[in-house]
Each structure stands twice: as structure tokens, then as C-alpha cells.
């Protein structure tokens, strides 16, 4: 098993440490409020380990659990202590109101953070269509991925497999425009049509 580090004490961050330090991984919790990291940290199994904002994570796997307005700013703070890294991007883009995406006309969170990101490191759009609570439950689930480099594609689908969860490739990182549509309509879903949020997105193959 590997250290995987998660940007990030947030309920989705949470849910997605939980289930990786259950698996045997290595947890690096990085918080810009150490507290909440050390929080967090207290609540997964032994081995876990708090890191220092800013600084290079210990991880070759980098978890971006923040809101998509702040991935920016976290990124800028990072600069290049995120070399090479794997960075999974769990983002969604929905507006406040939850009428569209913020991220630009042809583009998506995913790519924005590409774009700023070291030119060495490499974005997976990934869990964004999973509620954190269900995560947390267990059981298996579909995380649907994108991203254009297939070492870090390859090495994120071992990854979530590892959590007990079914990886399913959806092509190159303009897909992340698609799955953080898919993160809205899931959000819809819960709100309307099936009046809970205890929802998640499987496919059939027959």
C-alpha cells in the first residue's frame, strides 16, 4: 500500500479517508487549520499522519478535497511542491443556486486546475458524483474518471479499486466537463426526483 495525502478536512475529505485508511493506505490529512486536520486524523486508523500546509505531500498521490473556488488559491500555495504529483481533483462546479456551472464557457474545474498546475503533474477528475455520506457507508460503487495521461489514470483506477469501488474511464479530462454536469444532475436527482440524497450513480453491464 502507498501514502496518499488529501488537501483538505471537509466532509467529502473525510469520507474518502476513511475508506482509504480502511483499505491499508497511508493518510496524510493537510488542512490550512492544522486543528481540523489533527481532527480528522484522530478518527482513522493508526498510521495517520498530518502534514503542513504548502509544503510538498508525502503522497505521490495528491487529493484536492476543497471547494472549487478555493482549489485556485490552494493550488497558488503549493506552487511547485506538487511536481509530479497525481493530483485527483473531487471538485464540483455548481453554482449557488444550483442553476449551472461556474467553471468557464468549454471548460471545467478539472481543467482550470490542470491549468494551473505544474506542467509535471498530473490532473484525474474523479469521486465527484459521490455523495461524501455514501462513501462513508461502504459497500461498492462506480467512481467514474477523466483525465489525458494514462500512468496517472492507470494509477488512480488501482487506487479507487483498493477502496472497494468500481473505477470506470470516461476518456481524456474534457470529460470533466461531462461528470461535473453528471455532480449537478446527481444534486437535482437528490433534491427532486428521488427525495433523498442516500442515491448513487451504478451502471449496468450486462
Same mark, same amino acid.
Given at each position: 500500500?502507498?501514502?496518499?495525502?488529501?488537501?483538505?478536512?471537509?466532509?467529502?475529505?473525510?469520507?474518502?479517508?476513511?475508506?482509504?485508511?480502511?483499505?491499508?493506505?497511508?493518510?496524510?490529512?493537510?488542512?490550512?487549520?492544522?486543528?481540523?486536520?489533527?481532527?480528522?486524523?484522530?478518527? =482513522?486508523?493508526?498510521?495517520?499522519?498530518?502534514?503542513?500546509?504548502?509544503?510538498?505531500?508525502?503522497?505521490?498521490?495528491?487529493?484536492?478535497?476543497?471547494?472549487?473556488?478555493?482549489?485556485?488559491?490552494? =493550488?497558488?500555495?503549493?506552487?511547485?511542491?506538487?511536481?509530479?504529483?497525481?493530483?485527483?481533483?473531487?471538485?464540483?462546479?455548481?453554482?449557488?443556486?444550483?442553476?449551472?456551472?461556474?467553471?468557464?464557457?468549454?471548460?471545467?474545474?478539472?481543467?482550470?486546475?490542470?491549468?494551473?498546475?505544474?506542467?509535471?503533474?498530473?490532473?484525474?477528475?474523479?469521486?465527484?458524483?459521490?455523495?461524501?455520506?455514501?462513501?462513508?457507508?461502504?459497500?461498492?460503487?462506480?467512481?467514474?474518471?477523466?483525465?489525458?495521461?494514462?500512468?496517472?489514470?492507470?494509477?488512480?483506477?488501482?487506487?479507487?479499486?483498493?477502496?472497494?469501488?468500481?473505477?470506470?474511464?470516461?476518456?481524456?479530462?474534457?470529460?470533466?466537463?461531462?461528470?461535473?454536469?453528471?455532480?449537478?444532475?446527481?444534486?437535482?436527482?437528490?433534491?427532486?426526483?428521488?427525495?433523498?440524497?442516500?442515491?448513487?450513480?451504478?451502471?449496468?453491464?450486462?
Amino acid at each position: 500500500m502507498s501514502t496518499i495525502s488529501i488537501i483538505g478536512s471537509g466532509g467529502m475529505a473525510a469520507a474518502i479517508a476513511g475508506r482509504t485508511a480502511n483499505a491499508g493506505h497511508t493518510v496524510e490529512v493537510i488542512s490550512r487549520d492544522p486543528a481540523k486536520a489533527q481532527t480528522l486524523v484522530d478518527k =482513522l486508523a493508526a498510521g495517520a499522519t498530518t502534514g503542513t500546509y504548502g509544503a510538498a505531500p508525502a503522497g505521490d498521490i495528491v487529493i484536492l478535497a476543497v471547494p472549487y473556488t478555493g482549489a485556485a488559491s490552494v =493550488l497558488a500555495d503549493y506552487g511547485n511542491a506538487l511536481d509530479g504529483k497525481v493530483i485527483i481533483d473531487i471538485t464540483n462546479t455548481a453554482s449557488p443556486d444550483l442553476t449551472g456551472l461556474v467553471s468557464p464557457a468549454g471548460s471545467s474545474g478539472a481543467q482550470e486546475i490542470a491549468r494551473i498546475a505544474p506542467a509535471s503533474a498530473h490532473v484525474v477528475k474523479a469521486f465527484n458524483t459521490l455523495f461524501g455520506h455514501v462513501l462513508a457507508k461502504g459497500g461498492l460503487l462506480d467512481a467514474f474518471i477523466a483525465a489525458d495521461d494514462p500512468e496517472a489514470k492507470a494509477r488512480v483506477s488501482t487506487f479507487i479499486k483498493s477502496l472497494g469501488l468500481r473505477p470506470l474511464d470516461v476518456g481524456g479530462l474534457h470529460m470533466a466537463q461531462t461528470l461535473e454536469a453528471l455532480g449537478l444532475m446527481m444534486i437535482g436527482l437528490a433534491k427532486n426526483g428521488a427525495g433523498t440524497w442516500n442515491i448513487a450513480l451504478n451502471v449496468d453491464i450486462g
